[in-house]
């Protein structure tokens, strides 16, 4: 019988790039947008000032998180995406994730902000459900007659934070 493959979480390195492209070619709302992400950019330039973090099982990449730790806007982080192979999703791993997110803003900004397309019904029950609220809208801001609701989620600050 064979042994369980190791899942950890570990910083995003460009030799992720394939796999996360690949995920992001089968997740909202980049599929229904024709979109990707400039994970190259990601890792040449936006590193300094973002965070990005893949979840692996063995070696495959079974979902990525990128965010942004620092006050960016109403003294909060931002999550810039997130996704999760299909195969593997409703297995805990985008709480994982998003819980590391939180976790490494915290120590910066004690709030943590998202944006999901209001056609993705399923990111926006899976934000409610790790406790995140609406407090917002964007009227076609990607795609004419869709919005993109904006979250809030009070960050609980650890005891060496932000001063």
């Known amino acids: 019988m064979s042994r369980p ?15 996360c492209a690949a995920i992001v070619a089968q ?11 400039d994970f190259v950019r990601l890792v040449r330039r936006e590193q300094r000032e973002n965070a990005a973090y893949v979840y692996t099982t063995g070696t495959i ?4 998180i990128i965010f942004t730790p620092y006050p960016v806007f109403a003294r909060g982080g931002y999550l810039r995406a997130i996704a999760v192979n299909p195969e593997m999703r409703k297995k805990g791993i985008g709480r994982k994730l998003l819980t590391l997110a939180e976790k490494k803003t915290a120590f910066f900004s004690p709030n943590f902000y998202l944006c999901v397309s209001s056609f993705n019904r399923k990111a926006q029950a899976f934000y409610k459900k790790l406790g995140y609220t609406r407090v917002g809208k964007i009227p076609g801001l990607i795609i004419p007659h869709a919005s993109e609701h904006i979250y809030w989620k009070q960050l609980k600050r650890p005891a060496k934070a932000y001063r």
């Open 61 to 64: 990449v079974s979902g990525f």
């Open 27 to 37: 997740t909202e709302p980049w599929k229904s947008l024709g979109e990707g992400i």
């Open 5 to 19: 493959a190791h899942a950890h979480i570990r910083p995003f390195r460009s030799a992720d790039i394939r796999a």
